[in-house]
């Protein structure tokens, strides 16, 4: 493929997945009120316009960003941060994995986590039932300031062996506020870092 390389590697991920067989996943309406027994404060609905690919045994239908009080428009450097997601489970799913990516505006992946690499086993899905996960962060990195894009995905099976349920490209776009400028070149620094300083004595 010939393109953009954020759009051709979003479209590789795809193929590894589904091959030439695959198909773009629709996403369901929503009812807004749908969402009542959740804390579903700030949580978006996922839009048609969302890049999107999977088998929809199980769909995301929401996301959430939270940082420092901030709704799914910024992300404070060396602040808790809590990452979420709606599902709705249209099928039984026995080995549920959630994950999430960060990407910077060059489609650079630099952040990315799953509920297998944590080792928190999520219990089973059950088909009808609507779930959240939610991922929370103790302290968010200190990103050059600028805008980044945030994946969502649910998968069923384990890391070596798994299939894609519902992959969400840039479901949410974010700017992050850091609490310093990393050195130059680099993407990102920890929020805090003590610095030691030792002189031998005379």
Partial sequence: ????????????????????GGFEAPV????ADSYRDFDTGGFTPVGEHIRQF???RVTIEAVRL??????????Y???ACEIGMVLQAHEDIANPIGGFLVRDRLGREILGDNTYLIKKDLPSLSRGRRCVITFEIDAWPNFVEGE?????????????DH?????????LIFKNIPVRTPAPAAIFSVPNTTVGFFQEDD
């Fill in 163 to 171: 299939v894609q349920c519902h992959f969400l490209h840039d479901a």
């Fill in 148 to 160: 980044y894009s945030l994946s969502v995905a649910i998968a069923d099976g384990v890391l070596k």
């Fill in 1 to 20: 493929m010939d393109g953009p390389p954020k759009f051709v590697v979003e479209k590789y991920l795809q193929f590894m997945y589904e091959g030439t």
């Fill in 77 to 79: 450097a060396g602040q």
């Fill in 66 to 75: 939270v940082s420092h009080g901030s709704k799914n428009g910024a992300t």
């Fill in 54 to 56: 999977g088998n929809r």
């Fill in 28 to 31: 369901l309406k929503n009812d």
